[in-house]
């Protein structure tokens, strides 16, 4: 109800029943709205996220602790597989990335594949033989390359050169055995001359990057093959091992 007193302006004609508006009734309270945009406005910026582990230093130290999750870990990772590696810390990286080529979460266990290629040692050698023993190709290959690019050792190599034998692993197993290196040759060599072709091509290729003059003799004097074919894959091995042995010896 409007006050005593209280006269309507000119020209207003409420409806019957219509109580016409108090003037001096009190405002409603403001709300959320109203009171955000009354509060006095903080100074303070908000805090920028945290800085990504970028140096060997903090990697290492991300490392140490915590669980092995993708949010902690994948992208530091994959930074440390660009970082050059530094012999004087090359063990302690090797140490600390062995358990995660078989944790649980797969992108942090692939991209620790990537790292060790780099950083890796002799030391992270019994783990990736024991992925071999798995059925997962996903895994093994992956373990196969990082055996190849850490150099592996004799007991890698003659794992390797028995899954030359494997149809389905011959191609990998071949690649990582190019890029062991000259400890490949011995076993490498047992398969020379095997009855099925694609194999004895493969043992000739990797002979031809990581053979020694050893097997550049036992190949230059051992009997042609009978098939065109294979005695290709021969003469060019011996073609690719008297290139590079000419090269080393200029150097």
């Known amino acids: 109800m409007p006050p005593p007193g209280f006269r309507p302006p000119p020209g207003y004609n409420p409806p019957p029943g219509f109580a016409p508006p108090n003037p001096f009734a009190a405002s409603p309270p403001p709300g959320n709205a109203a009171k955000a945009a009354a509060a006095p406005r903080s100074s303070k910026a908000p805090s920028a996220p945290p800085r990504p582990a970028q140096t060997l230093d903090e990697i290492v130290e991300l490392l140490k602790s915590g669980q092995p999750t993708f949010g902690r870990l994948y992208s530091p990772l994959h930074r440390l597989r660009g970082i050059e590696p530094v012999a004087s810390r090359r063990e302690e990286v090797a140490a600390l990335l062995d358990p995660l080529l078989t944790t649980g979460d797969f992108s942090v266990r692939h991209a620790a594949y990537d790292a060790v290629e780099v950083w890796g040692t002799q030391r992270n050698v019994p783990t990736l033989l024991a992925i071999l023993d798995g059925s997962d190709r996903s895994e093994r290959w992956p373990a196969m390359e990082a055996l190849g690019k ?20 011959s191609l990998q197993a071949k690649r990582a055995l ?74």
């Open 150 to 169: 850490i150099g592996g050792s004799p007991e890698a190599a003659a794992r390797l050169a028995k899954l030359m034998l494997d149809s389905g692993e």
């Open 178 to 251: 190019e890029d062991m290196g000259a400890v490949a040759e011995d076993p490498v060599w047992q398969l020379v001359g095997n009855s099925d072709n694609l194999i004895h091509s493969y043992a000739c290729q990797v002979l031809g990057k990581v053979g020694t003059s050893k097997s550049l003799e036992r190949l230059k004097s051992r009997p042609k093959e009978a098939q065109t074919v294979r005695q290709v894959s021969v003469d060019l091995a011996v073609q690719d091992m008297q290139g590079r042995l000419r090269g080393q010896l200029q150097n």
